[in-house]
């Protein structure tokens, strides 16, 4: 049985809205009353110099919010935009656990020494492994962009 946090938090581009990052909420909403959810800015995905182009933020929301209401999880949601890797991680008190991928797990702990360093308590970190397609690898948006495989990790056949 997993711990259970009053607000837990993730962040992503959340571009080709996929299997794994519905699993990586899937997670959120499991072990938290409230998620927040950082959204990358377009700005932000810019810097990142992503190898292949991105939705807009306003359709990445829009999809998001979509699937968050379908799964009945929109009023305990909080999405913000994320104009760096930290958001309000970095801040007292906002959240008490981070959900992120075996990918981008290291970050998470960049939170917690940046924390550490402010005089905070470090979050829980709660770490899910990746999706994996159809031939084991990973599920990722660059792959999707690629046409390999669709949303779901199905290949698709050329």
């Known amino acids: 049985m ?52 991105v939705a807009s933020y306003e359709k990445r929301l829009k999809e998001l919010k979509n699937w968050l209401s379908r799964k009945g999880w929109l009023e305990r949601a909080k999405i913000i935009p994320l104009n760096d890797p930290y958001g ?9 656990a981070l959900v992120v991928s075996r990918e981008t797990e290291p970050r998470a702990y960049e939170i917690n020494q940046k924390r550490q360093e402010k005089g905070l308590k470090p979050l829980k970190i709660v770490v899910i492994e990746m999706v994996p397609a159809e031939n084991h690898i990973p599920i ?7 046409g390999e495989i669709d949303r779901e990790g199905h290949l698709i056949k050329t």
Do not use: N, Q, W, Y
């Not at 309000?88 to 008490?96: A, P």
């Open 2 to 53: 997993d711990e259970k946090f009053r607000v837990v938090a993730v962040g992503g581009t959340f571009d080709e809205f996929h299997k794994g990052h519905k699993t990586l909420l899937e997670k959120a909403f499991e072990i938290g009353e409230k998620v927040l959810i950082g959204l990358c800015t377009d700005e932000f995905v810019k810097r990142m110099e992503k190898p292949h182009v």
């Open 88 to 96: 309000v991680t970095i801040s007292e008190g906002c959240v008490e």
């Open 140 to 146: 990722s948006t660059t792959r999707i962009r690629h």
